[in-house]
């Protein structure tokens, strides 16, 4: 009997620890939805090919004691893969993930097409308009540039696309609302929505991060005193696809809402999305009187507080003068 007893023990162990596909063959994607059943597990671990009894599989579990806590979600089992091992990877929830980044100063257009291009991410999103797009994130009647903060977002294959858009929603505004509380009392933005704005445009005009503040001041500085913004990075957006790199002087007189030399103010929507940095030098900027600045040439910029001295600097800096 005892004998017995040793070879039914012998044999579970080798069961446990037994490779259920040979060496070399490719690594099987298992989906566990929530609500399945302890059984209906160990037959979908079987019905991914690997070869595995799900009787067996399924008294393994049970007999484990952590039956109970398998958790639903979307796991990729590698070739070496055993009993053991699966019920590891489902009671931890080991989920095959992927990431996708979304990069500071992108427009929503970009956006969309990493949405597009990325692996194993569930479109949903792409048969959508904007407004429609909104409206499933629960943001009826929004613009959606500069609405998700840039970051890296990791998620599970098959998931989908408008799942990881709410999370870069609930980020931006949760970091908006953060920013908003540490503003400057003297900031002339009058809501979170035009320090949104205001944080797209120090963004897009920021060649080297520690201008932003200096840049942001520019801008704070002209909105206080009505002077118009006049920065290209608008225009271009206002230009949308028809822009092909190259600003023209026609481009910069031909009004549209984003265009901030025929418009006072800030434009109608944010630019690009801003990245926390960005949404705090807007709240707080550094204290100056520079109402000008230009790029030096070597990502940093020049600032000024006359136009007499942003001339001298242009000619420095732009024609070598």
Not at 122 to 150: C, I, N, W, Y
Not at 223 to 242: A, C, F, K, N, S
Not at 268 to 296: C, D, E, N
Request: charged share 20%.
């Amino acid at each position: 009997m005892l004998l017995l007893c040793a070879a039914l023990g012998s044999g579970a162990w080798h069961w446990l620890n037994l490779a259920l596909s040979p060496a070399g063959s490719a690594p099987v994607d298992l989906a566990i939805e929530p609500g399945t059943s302890v059984r209906g597990v160990a037959q979908a671990v079987s019905d991914t090919g690997l070869q595995v009894d799900p009787t067996l599989l399924y008294w393994w579990f049970r007999l484990s004691g952590q039956a109970r806590q398998i958790k639903a979600g979307s796991y990729e089992l590698a070739p070496d893969t055993t009993p053991r091992s699966v019920l590891r990877k489902l009671v931890r929830g080991e989920e095959a993930l992927r990431s996708l980044t979304l990069v500071e100063g992108w427009n929503f257009r970009q956006v969309r097409q990493a949405l597009a291009s990325a692996e194993n991410l569930k479109q949903e999103a792409s048969s959508l308009g904007d407004e429609a797009l909104m409206t499933a994130l629960g943001a009826p009647g929004v613009h959606p540039e500069g609405r998700f903060f840039p970051d890296t977002y990791t998620y599970a294959k098959g998931s989908s696309d408008l799942a990881l858009l709410k999370r870069a929603q609930r980020a931006m505004d949760k970091r908006l609302q953060t920013a908003w509380g540490l503003r400057s009392p003297d900031n002339p933005l009058k809501t979170p929505e035009q320090a949104l704005i205001l944080a797209s445009i120090v963004e897009k005009e920021t060649g080297r991060a520690s201008d932003r503040p200096m840049v942001a001041s520019v801008f704070s500085n002209r909105l206080r005193i009505g002077m118009p913004l006049q920065t290209d990075p608008t225009v271009i957006y206002g230009l949308g696809e028809r822009y092909d790199g190259n600003l023209r002087k026609r481009d910069l007189q031909t009004d549209t809402p984003y265009n901030t030399y025929t418009r006072g103010g800030l434009p109608p929507t944010p630019i690009a999305m801003p990245g926390k940095a960005s949404l705090l030098a807007a709240l707080q900027p550094a204290t100056s009187k520079a109402l000008y600045f230009v790029a030096r040439g070597d990502g940093s910029s020049q600032f000024s507080a006359t136009l007499d001295e942003h001339n001298r600097a242009v000619n420095k800096y732009q024609r070598g003068q």
